[in-house]
């Protein structure tokens, strides 16, 4: 079965400074998908960041970046230039594959506040 | 687009009754729906798999009777909570699965904005 785990359940940085929260995961597919969603205090879900597992080269998206190795199942988030609204709540997360009726697996979040 | 409602955004009601969440995709049609349920300060759990013109498929745990999961049509689900009580007091989230960044070949969910239900 396939596991996320995000061992920092909580992290504080200063407003402009740069931040990276941790995710391992495991599972014995070779090919997989990877996101980081980020639950604002409204509680939407949004999506930050995807990655598939074939691609080498490691995703980004304006400010957030991931360091996706695959050997090490490890897929870090960093988040450049941090803002007073990255202040949310951060999952990472696995699909093996990205079917109709696939679920998402979900790690336990990092909470994550930036400092003015 | 993608855009997923919830109604209501919360609800209040006394234990026993029950209550009725509307999960709706706005633009797009929705086969497979997905049902979750966040404790406050958790991580999202799935309670079940809700596809359009059949049976929900529940996640290990979670009580079909008490969770009454329907998906009649492609733009909405509705997961009634039968005689509520203070522990099913939680905040809903629903999702809909629709084709994403990569095209019809890929499939992503988009999350509703979530149910917070008070049982009192």
């Known amino acids: 079965a396939q596991t996320v785990t995000q061992s920092q359940p909580e992290m504080s940085v200063q407003e402009a400074e740069t931040v990276t929260l941790s995710c391992t995961y495991d599972t014995s597919e070779n090919n997989y998908y990877l996101f980081w969603y980020k639950q604002p205090p409204s509680r939407q879900m949004i999506l930050v960041i995807r990655q598939e597992a074939y691609k080498q080269q490691n995703a980004t998206e304006n400010r957030f970046s991931v360091n996706f190795q695959k050997a090490a199942k490890s897929f870090s988030l960093k988040i450049s230039d941090s803002q007073l609204g990255d202040t949310a709540m951060y999952f990472c997360a696995f699909m093996t594959r990205m079917n109709r009726d696939d679920k998402i697996i979900f790690g336990k979040g990092t909470r994550l506040h930036i400092l003015p | 687009g993608a855009v997923v409602s919830q109604h209501p955004s919360r609800v209040i009601c006394k234990s026993g009754t029950s209550v009725k969440i509307e999960c709706r995709s706005l633009?797009?049609?929705?086969?497979?729906m997905f049902w979750y349920r966040q404790f406050p300060k958790k991580s999202l759990m799935l309670m079940a798999t809700?596809?359009?013109?059949?049976?929900?498929?529940?996640e290990q745990g979670v009580e079909k009777d008490k969770f009454l999961i329907n998906h009649a049509s492609l733009t909405l689900s509705t997961l009634t909570v039968t005689s509520a009580h203070p522990e099913d007091s939680s905040f809903y989230i629903c999702s809909a699965s629709a084709p994403g960044y990569w095209g019809g070949v890929y499939y992503e969910q988009y999350f509703g904005p979530g149910t917070r239900l008070t049982v009192t």
């Open positions: 633009d797009f049609q929705a086969t497979t």
């Open positions: 809700s596809n359009e013109g059949s049976k929900a498929t529940y």
